[in-house]
């Protein structure tokens, strides 16, 4: 583990948090503490870290549901803890038929993806889960986390800032921001030095934003990036491949991350000089490179590649060619 400031600690993942394995937070409070998602290094990690001199977290909190945040909630240290989700995500880890409907997959990829979730991630269900909305906030004594919703990587994908307590009540209450408080649109005018945003899935990564599964959202996703824009904090905490950074490189690293969406796009338009059905679309590969043995990758390019011809079909920029014209397949073309 890795001390940011003087009450969180960053849970850093095998190569900073490389799939399969992500990273977390733990977070302490003079009341309490909170442990922020459940990687996989979390299994091999806590018996060390929590029988020192950090605390044992009192609950989770999950940023979103999917399988690479979630293996270490089976470790006897948290597996009975209290476990926040939020209600975009919920039904993803009250059932495990449920965490398959959040991807939306077909067969027979579906039944390998779900023996992989339990074999390899560990899935347990939690119906007991509680739900939280955007701006609910967590007071742990001197100290609180904020949820931001941050939808697109899933629908009910949440940034968490950390930050010094603004009452929300009595000591130790959890609950919704005063009402006129900034939730999303903002964060403080003034970061000081604890600020510190845990920013999951928006991971600021030269793959770019992800959004292949059936709860993702493309359009989400660009609105989340650009709400983004105006965060501030002193540091900025990834789910993956890069941990921790701080104001200035957030800023530029988030710029070309939020670029990739548009050069996906134009590459996808400049394929589209000629009629192309979305099976050759597939096969081109707009999302990961040809070479890239990636499991499921066809089915995140289908997903992928659809939300962007529904976008640019509806503004005209893409024309559809039906099937009896085309001569067998759909075909798509730049108008």
């Known amino acids: 583990m890795q ?18 394995d992500a990273n977390g937070l733990l977070v302490q409070g003079s009341e309490r503490t909170v442990l922020i998602d459940a990687p996989l290094s979390l299994l091999g990690e806590l018996e060390s870290a929590f029988g020192g001199e950090l605390p044992a977290p009192d609950f989770v909190v999950l940023s979103h549901c999917h399988e690479d945040h979630i293996p270490g909630l089976v470790h006897p240290l948290v597996s009975e803890l209290p ?6 995500d919920a039904a993803g880890i009250q059932s495990l038929d449920g965490f398959m409907e959040l991807f939306g997959m077909p067969e027979p990829r579906a039944s390998r993806w779900r023996q992989i979730v339990q074999d390899r991630f560990h899935f347990r269900a939690r119906p007991d889960a509680k739900i939280y909305q955007d701006g ?13 919703h941050t939808p697109g990587h899933t629908a009910g994908h949440c940034a968490l800032r950390v930050e010094q307590s603004v009452s929300t009540g009595l000591p130790g209450s959890t609950g919704p921001p005063p009402t006129g408080s900034p939730v999303s649109a903002g964060l403080s005018e003034s970061p000081g030095e604890q600020d510190v945003v845990f920013l999951a899935d928006i991971d600021l990564s030269g793959f770019g934003p992800y959004y292949g599964d059936a709860a993702s959202s493309l359009i989400e996703f660009e609105r989340t990036l650009e709400l983004a824009k105006d965060w501030t904090a002193r540091w900025f905490v990834t789910g993956h491949h890069i941990a921790a950074v701080d104001q200035e490189t957030f800023v530029a690293r988030l710029a070309k991350y939020t670029l990739r969406i548009s050069e996906r796009e134009q590459q996808m338009l400049s394929f589209l000089g000629a009629p192309r059905t979305l099976t050759e679309m ?13 499991e499921g990758a066809d089915w995140i390019e289908r997903r992928s590649i659809t939300l962007h011809l529904e976008r640019l079909s509806a503004a005209g920029i893409v024309r559809r060619i039906p099937a009896d014209v085309a001569g067998g397949e759909e075909r798509f073309v730049r108008a």
């Open 83 to 88: 476990l926040w989700i939020h209600s975009g």
């Open 136 to 148: 609910h906030a967590w007071d742990l004594g001197g100290v609180s986390v904020r949820a931001l």
């Open 282 to 294: 597939i096969e081109h590969r707009f999302i990961y490179r040809p070479g890239d043995q990636v």
């Open 3 to 20: 001390q940011l400031t003087k009450n969180t600690w960053l849970i850093t993942g095998e190569t900073n948090g490389r799939y399969p």
